[in-house]
């Protein structure tokens, strides 16, 4: 297989079945069935590609990532045990936390004609006290993604954490995102500034903010005449994430990419989550994408 093949085109040349395979040195199991393709990289438990048959992808990856072992951008990487800076008590460890570059494995599978369920755990623990699990399942054209926490110690735990997915879009200029008007959010690009989301949001330049709501959301997509509807689980922040220009300084992006995609992610966020985790708690972050026509 040609190093450089993108992930659309290696998966287009795989027949139906579930197959193990790298791509560009990460681990792939890649599920083609009748109701479409599926491919998560053990590296991070990281969904890489939903695509319902006969449908555009629900996900976007990129098509250069970064040489392993740094995390694939794109897909669904989970960002654990926290969101964005580490917290002042894990000062120096990386941004967005570690689940999405160490080894997960497959616990367990099962799949038909109609969809599948997916479960997966890291291959050792990764955090200490805290043990986490990741859950796929997919039901004709939706797909639901889970990340439970168990703190196993016997101390309190701080937890932040995000299902950080990167939507699949035609282009910027053909998208609006609606269900979060009148919310409040923090603007990263604007020092974290506190505003009030007013309609619609459309995206002409780069969008970092959190939303502090627990509505669905719908991205509209006028050129491929569909509607992804985000909803979500045990989770108060919705962020919603496009580098724009900044993109030409993020290799794995580039001017070329970036208008194909749109971070809309459900997470639980120091701003507008709570964050301790009791000894012997469980805490579930949950987020479902489905497809709607717009013809
Ligand atoms: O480059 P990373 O670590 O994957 O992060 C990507 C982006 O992730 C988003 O969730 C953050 O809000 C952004 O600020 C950040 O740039």
């Known amino acids: 297989m040609d190093n450089a093949t993108s992930l659309a085109d290696l998966i287009s040349q795989l027949d139906q079945g579930v197959h193990l395979i790298e791509w560009q040195g990460f681990p792939l199991r890649i ?12 590296y991070g438990a990281q969904v890489l590609w939903f695509q319902p048959a006969g449908q555009y992808p629900v996900l976007w990856t990129t098509t250069k990532p970064a040489p392993f072992p740094k995390a694939v951008r794109g897909g ?30 497959v616990n367990s599978e099962s799949y038909n004609a109609h969809g599948g369920e997916w479960l997966l755990k890291p291959v050792g623990p990764i955090w200490t006290n805290l043990d986490p699990a ?34 699949a879009i035609s282009s910027r200029a053909s998208i609006s995102v609606s269900g979060l008007d009148g919310a409040e959010y923090a603007d990263k690009n604007h ?15 780069a969008v970092d903010r959190i939303y502090h709501s627990t509505a669905d959301v719908y991205l509209k997509d006028v050129e491929w005449q569909r509607v992804l509807k985000i909803s979500k689980k045990n989770s108060q922040s919705t962020v919603v994430w496009n580098a724009g220009a900044g993109a030409e ?38 987020t479902t994408i489905s497809v709607q026509s717009l013809s």
Request: glycine share 6%; with cysteine.
């Open 31 to 42: 599920v083609r069935q009748a109701w479409g393709d599926l491919a998560i990289s053990l």
């Open 191 to 205: 020092d974290f500034s506190v505003f009030t989301q007013s309609g619609d949001i459309t995206v002409n330049e």
């Open 249 to 286: 300084d993020v290799p794995d992006i580039g001017l070329d990419q970036v208008d194909g995609y749109l971070c809309i992610e459900a997470a639980k966020t120091r701003q507008y989550d709570d964050m301790v985790l009791a000894p012997q708690g469980k805490v579930s972050l949950e």
């Open 134 to 167: 990741f859950s796929i399942k997919v039901a004709g054209s939706a797909v639901t993604f889970k990340l439970t926490t168990h703190n196993v110690g016997e101390a309190d735990v701080r937890v932040t954490q995000a299902l950080h997915s990167y939507l």
């Open 76 to 105: 669904v990487p989970l960002c654990w045990p926290w969101f964005a800076e580490p917290l002042e008590e894990n000062a120096g460890e990386p941004f967005h936390g570690v689940a999405r570059t160490v080894e997960w494995e």
